[in-house]
């Protein structure tokens, strides 16, 4: 295992030109000022660039003059450029002696696919690394001004999924709907109706409030507050889809278990109420 | 609701000067270069910052000259601040009309105590909003190259902590120790013998591989990997403790339940096996 004592690691050194080096990097959730200043410096000293559709084009502005940026396309439901086909590419170019920068949006490490294009590059004996980025729930919570926990109300965070693999059993929300627990749903907008279901069979009321945070940190960011029996409706009739998280903090049992929501929600939560960003 | 739909909102508004406003800002995990471009900004605009004792000193490079930067010194189990503390600091700088940056390692919203700050922010009417960081987890997770999710052997996040508000009941671990769930634990080193017989009793193998981030994106970075059973006699053999996170990949069930690591750590993990970073 490597420790990165130092960023000036991430400048390449010279003696491993011959062979490449593939870097996953973090673009944070959409605004271009979100990115850490590593991921920045790390493009810049790309020779190219594999990026994904939620990855602000302005990001691109750090990459030098000349160096291709590969517009990979992927996004939920419409993989234009299937898995293989990125790790192929991006495995191909670092044996080339590239350095290549494969720009996620987000985190690469939540929900990035990030495992596979690792193994693909030890596969090949190339060295890579991941440089973190600011997630869409951190990014959400921090629009809306509602932190992920909050003291005395929610002490853990759960980041869930609605996309799996296909064919795989989706996962018992029953042990993680639990009070106490802020639940984070990434890449559930076209699994509304079953999410919903799949929550009030676990014991969540179907008054929780919930928060549906789209478009996080972009231009066009818009949030919907409402309930969780009303949630797909209402994300429906306001167009909402991905990219998109929701939020259900379920708070710790007080008198009347999991009515309430978070601390940071003690204002009133009409249904249906929105704003546009 | 706001949104946040420009990062030049950041920017003090002249109009709202009066009463000044908070920023609750993430300074990432510790390396200064891991600190959004959003958050570097508005340390240069602060009138006064305060900030914790895991930020790196190098980011009070970014605020201006004379600005006065406030150690509050807050840190597992040793609060020279308490919070109320901070609290009414904030709050009375604010009150000046000050633009105030509350510097917080990691991302504010996760294990920050930003909802306390931001109930004394409103009560007295001052605007407070959050620049979201990079949290451990993800910072860990990029460290050691392994993804907190492996499509197809862990679908979600566990972010959990073992230290809760004095008399809270810790959560039930029987929920979240599941199969196909990363767990992460923030600020448990001082709890590890009773968090390995909390885990063993929620059904996890006493062999799991765990991974301990020590320091992570810091100089002085360690990580040890070991097995559930051995990781407090180890921990405190290596003289690991806070700042640290503790990282369990639960895989999915195959013909041996539980007792695989996740795709990231194919690699045999020797019991007490540890690198020094």
Not at 65 to 94: L, M, T, Y
Not at 123 to 146: K, R
Not at 222 to 249: F, Q, Y
Request: net charge neutral.
């Amino acid at each position: 295992m490597s420790i990165h004592e130092n960023p000036s690691q991430l400048v390449p050194d010279p003696r491993s030109r011959a062979k490449g080096r593939i870097s996953l990097v973090g673009a944070g959730p959409g605004a271009v000022d979100l990115m850490t200043v590593r991921a920045i410096r790390c493009l810049g000293v790309a020779d190219v660039v594999f990026y994904d559709r939620l990855v602000d084009p302005e990001a691109l502005a750090f990459v030098r003059p000349g160096v291709a940026c590969v517009f990979v396309g992927k996004e939920v439901g419409d993989h234009s450029w299937p898995q293989d086909r990125i790790n192929a590419a991006i495995v191909a170019a670092a044996l080339q002696g590239k350095q290549v920068v494969r720009l996620k949006s987000g985190d690469p490490s939540i929900f990035g696919r990030a495992s596979e294009e690792i193994t693909a590059a030890r596969a090949q004996g190339i060295e890579v690394d991941i440089i973190p980025g600011v997630t869409a729930a951190s990014a959400a919570a921090a629009t809306l001004c509602e932190p992920l926990t909050s003291r005395g109300v929610t002490d853990r965070v759960v980041l869930a999924t609605a996309t799996c693999r296909p064919g795989d059993v989706p996962s018992d929300l029953a042990d993680i709907a639990r009070p106490g627990t802020t639940l984070v749903f990434y890449m559930a907008m076209q699994q509304l109706a079953g999410l919903t279901r799949q929550l009030v069979m676990a014991g969540v009321d179907p008054d929780q409030p919930v928060t549906i945070a789209a478009n996080v940190a972009r231009p066009n960011a818009r949030a919907l507050r409402t309930r969780l029996a009303r949630m797909a409706c209402d994300c429906a009739e306001a167009g909402l889809a991905n990219p998109a998280v929701i939020i259900l903090h379920l708070a710790k049992r007080t008198e009347n278990p999991l009515r309430s929501g978070s601390a940071a929600a003690q204002a009133p939560v009409a249904a249906g109420d929105w704003d546009a960003g």
